[in-house]
């Protein structure tokens, strides 16, 4: 499959669908499908045609599964900017709300994909969860600060020291979706609020979520707090715990870590 195709773009009016198109993979991300979601989103701010912008994944058996493990923290891709917060950050700035549209699972990365996005709908089939704990790997700072926002410090503790997945109730529980329908109900009912959300004033929505980004930009973390998190990531990106994560991850067993 061509690069262009791992991401569908669909246009019907004003009304854009971004589709994660690797069902095979249960559409699993990879630094090029989320800088795709980035310059999409760019040129939608820019244009001024679009109104609201629903995400979702191909097929109704994952939103995504999360970031392609074979390319997590490889060296081209994790040196410089992290694509997975380049396209949260995107989203975030997007000038019109984002709908995250979610069947299936939503995990990892993509769990925090998803909570960057203005709204989240859900089939009751859906399951979250953010693996990192799991895996060896550690959830970034503004992702961290985005998943407490939503569900609160508790709620965001028990998730990422855990690892475990929730069911879609629970995510409703916790706030970290806005509504849970049926999984055949779900298109309709995510079209319905795109369209109620598209039928009033672009420029008083562009102008509200606008303020409620920069209200919320005031918990950025201070760059000293960023070069610490740099030097921690390096340090994960070399551990053996790491590499067990995703050995074991590839063997379909529990990890062993050592905690080096």
């Known amino acids: ?24 993979k249960r559409n699993v991300v990879n630094p090029e499908i989320l800088s795709r979601i980035s310059e999409i989103l760019r040129e939608i701010s820019e244009d ?20 392609d493990i074979s390319r997590l923290y490889k060296s081209e891709d994790f040196r410089t900017d992290d694509p997975v917060e380049v396209v949260m950050s995107s989203i975030e700035s997007c000038a019109v709300p984002v709908i995250a549209m979610i069947h299936g699972y939503c995990i990892g990365a993509s769990c925090g994909l998803a909570i960057a996005c203005d709204l989240r709908l859900a089939a009751d089939s859906a399951r979250f969860g953010i693996t990192v704990a799991k895996l060896g790997v550690v959830f970034p700072p503004s992702s961290t600060m ?22 879609a109730e ?8 806005d509504q849970v329908v049926p999984s055949e109900d779900l298109s309709a009912v995510t079209y319905n609020l795109a369209r109620e959300i598209a039928d009033n004033s672009p420029q008083s929505v562009r102008s509200t979520k606008r303020i409620i980004s920069k209200l919320l930009a ?6 000293q707090a960023g070069e610490e998190f ?27 870590f050592n905690g080096k």
């Open 146 to 167: 985005r998943l407490i926002n939503i569900i609160g410090v508790s709620a965001a503790k028990e998730l990422l020291y855990t690892g475990r997945l929730v069911d």
């Open 218 to 223: 005031g918990q950025a973390l201070s760059p």
């Open 230 to 256: 740099l030097v921690m990531r390096q340090q994960i990106v070399d551990s053996d715990d790491l590499k067990e994560g995703r050995k074991a991850f590839a063997e379909k067993r529990q990890p062993r």
């Open 48 to 67: 001024g045609q679009i109104r609201v912008v629903v995400l979702r994944g191909a097929g109704e058996q994952a939103f995504s599964a999360g970031y």
């Open 170 to 177: 629970r995510a409703r529980e916790i706030r970290m979706v």
């Open 1 to 24: 499959m061509k690069e262009k195709d791992l991401l569908l773009v669909q246009i019907e009016g004003d009304i854009c669908t971004l589709v994660i198109n690797r069902p095979e």
